[in-house]
């Protein structure tokens, strides 16, 4: 695989130490180099375009443009070898976050989870989502909100959650992306007096909280965190009334800030067992387990809210922990029920059919649907999908 490193081509490297005047060299217009240059960089890590800011006045000005974070952002989404994902692990007790480098625990076998970095936080908090790069912090002490960027060390304004230290926290929660108001935005469900009070916070210049009013979102106890796709946050929730099916995905859009539903795919939403839901590539990704016929299967829903667009991507053998490790296959004969058998999160799938999973004891689940290969990984802690950027709404 390519690696970009600092050093640059000389011809995109025109402004001279005593100036921005271009090589005698280089012939090309300005506006094609400039161009040519802003492509580039696009492509090139987080770490490295901070270095790249110090080169020349030009470079800084271009690297620091928000507009140049957006497509900075998009390029990163894009890339097929996932070079800007990572996934952290972060944990109350020790408030330190690791990271690990995305493809190379996809590679197959994967190598050894060494951590590529590691971010130190002065206090204690929870992580409420993750979204372009931005994580979502709830401060236990103060009881405040606010972003945060490792990538790039980026701290938004603090806002207030209203709760007191020891209060009763979240009913449920999600953080995302408005992007018809281009605001980041966290919903958050919080028990004040024994009710139930649903507030939506928007952070940046002019950030504000509100409160609304009559919510009708009733996700399952367990499910706390709203997973974000494509402007809405979504929950597995009960299915009500007289129909056979016996779960639906309930959802929450933040342009609207109305409330909705998603049908699970007919092959497979009248299982036993409570599906568990994530983003993956920027889809509404779902993963059940079939009790009667012992595997777990993974559906991806590739146009958001379009019932058809449901692709089943692949079948997963059963397998259990002993004694909270190592993981064994189990025969497909043996006495099969949803108790004793964790329920798999995607956290990531790679184009050519290697996936990583998150088991319900956080640990880390490697499979090639090519050969069937299950790997497992020792990385603990609180697990999160996390996509380098330059992100930092202000």
Known sequence: ????????????????????????????????????ISNILHRVPVRSLLQFKCVCKSWNSLISDPLFAKDHLCASTADPNMTHQRLLSFTVCDPKIVSFPMHLLLQNPPTPAKPLCSSSLNDSYLILGSCNGLLCLYHIPRCYVALWNPSIRFTSKRLPTGLSPGEGFSTFHGFGYDAVNDKYKLLLAMRVLGETVTKIYTFGA?????????????????????????GTLNWIAPKMGVSDEKWVICSFDFATETSGQVVLPYGDRDNVCKPVINAVRNCLCVCFFDSRKAHWAVWLMKEYGVQDSWTKLMVIPRFVQEDSWPWKLIPHDELCTCRGFPALEPLCISGNGIALFKTTASNIVVYNSNDGRLDFLRIWGDLWSYLESLVSPS
Do not use: W, Y
Request: glycine residues 4%.
């Open 1 to 36: 695989m390519l690696e970009i490193t600092t050093k640059m081509p000389k011809i995109l490297l025109s402004p001279t130490a005593g100036g921005e005047s271009e090589s005698p060299r280089c012939h090309a217009s300005p506006v094609l180099l400039e161009e040519l």
């Open 206 to 230: 002019d950030s504000s909280c509100k409160v609304i009013q009559n919510l009708p979102l009733d996700p399952h106890p367990t499910e706390r965190l709203g997973k974000f796709v494509s």
